[in-house]
């Protein structure tokens, strides 16, 4: 199983990116997928992800600003970021998990090696 991330770079508050993720090696529709980011000194977490029913969540942080979404025809998952402040910087990090989204992120089962987004004002 493998996991690519890419899309990531520099941008300016109030700027926009998307972030895609190609997945390799697993039956993708049946997985809980999404994105993670940890800034520098903190530690890892939730921004979106979609569980297998499709349910998205996000962070409240992101909310009204950024949107999940998956292609299963190509096995790819997608974050497009818009409206972005100078704190949504960071590795931004793909990840999946057999069945359903857990609540843990360490219970995820497969990361990418991550995708770095930096804001600046």
């Known amino acids: 199983v493998r996991l690519v991330e890419s899309g990531g770079g520099s941008v300016q508050a109030g700027g926009s990116l998307r972030l895609s993720c190609e997945a390799f090696?697993?039956?993708?529709?049946?997985?809980?997928v999404g994105w993670f980011r940890q800034a520098p000194g903190k530690e890892r977490e939730r921004v979106a992800t979609i569980d297998t029913d499709d349910e998205t969540i996000y962070a409240d942080s992101v909310k009204g600003r950024f949107t999940i979404s998956r292609n299963k025809a190509n096995h790819t998952l997608y974050l497009q970021m818009n409206n972005l402040k100078v704190d949504d910087g960071g590795m931004f990090y793909c990840?999946?998990?057999?069945?359903?989204?857990?609540?843990?992120?360490?219970?995820?089962?497969?990361w990418g090696k991550g995708t770095l987004v930096t804001i600046s004002s």
């Open positions: 990840a999946s998990h057999r069945g359903n989204c857990p609540l843990r992120l360490s219970t995820m089962d497969y």
């Open positions: 090696g697993y039956p993708y529709s049946s997985y809980c």
